[in-house]
Every structure is written in structure tokens, then in C-alpha cells.
């Protein structure tokens, strides 16, 4: 919940500021992926496509599950889901989606790229 306020703050500052300009928010990290130990190589697709699809329609969804919890499914790394979610944060309202790709390559770590714009 934290990350969620930190892209809500965010957001409101891109709102008030008195400018024209158009701003670009990105939130750049993994999703599932763990690099090291017992778990090296896990990936769980099925969990990231929830996360995504959060994005859209429940975006505080990851917020409602502990840290211990989001690692279990995601990797120690796919913790990074979280700058997707300040990204989304900052973000008011409903947004809609403009693209997606989703891939795992054989670096074992599950690779995404999603484009929202807010709706309206």
C-alpha cells in the first residue's frame, strides 16, 4: 500500500504542476522471476497476467497481499512488480490499455511491456 500512495503523491504532483506539458510515467522492472537458490528459474506466468490485467481493472489488487505473500508467487526479484504498480499509482481513475506484449526468454526472468493511457 505504500508503493500505491507513493504513485498516488506522484500523481498529484504531475496534476497541480502549472504546466502544458504532457508527462510520461513508466515503471520499469521484472515481473516473476527469482535469479538465485532453491527457486532459480521459477517464472509464474498465470500470476503476472493477474497483475497486469489488475492494472486495468483492480489496480490496488497487489496491495490486498503481504510481501511474503507476492514473493512466494513472484520470486525474490519479481518483487519489481512494484514500480509498475507506483507507475499505475500516479495514474488517476480509470485508465484503458493501448498495448501489451508479455514474454519469457530463456533469461529466466518474465519480461512485459505495457502501455495505459489515462480514459477519458
Known amino acids: 500500500m505504500r508503493c500505491w500512495k507513493l504513485g498516488q503523491a ?28 532453491e527457486r532459480a528459474g521459477h517464472i509464474n506466468k498465470p500470476y503476472d497476467q493477474r497483475f497486469l490485467d489488475s492494472l486495468l481493472g483492480d489496480p490496488t489488487w497487489v496491495t ?19 514500480n509498475w504498480l507506483v507507475a499505475r499509482a500516479a495514474m488517476p481513475g480509470t485508465v484503458k ?20 493511457e489515462i480514459a477519458g
Open 10 to 37: 506522484i500523481g498529484r504532483a504531475i496534476h497541480n504542476w502549472d504546466s502544458k506539458a504532457r508527462v510520461v510515467v513508466m515503471g520499469t522492472g521484472g515481473l516473476s522471476h527469482q535469479l538465485e537458490g
Open 64 to 82: 490486498r497481499q503481504g510481501i511474503n505473500e507476492i514473493v512466494r508467487e513472484v520470486g525474490t526479484q519479481g518483487i519489481e512488480l512494484l
Open 97 to 116: 490499455e493501448v498495448h501489451r506484449t508479455y514474454h519469457i526468454p530463456i533469461s529466466n526472468t518474465a519480461a512485459a511491456v505495457m502501455a495505459l
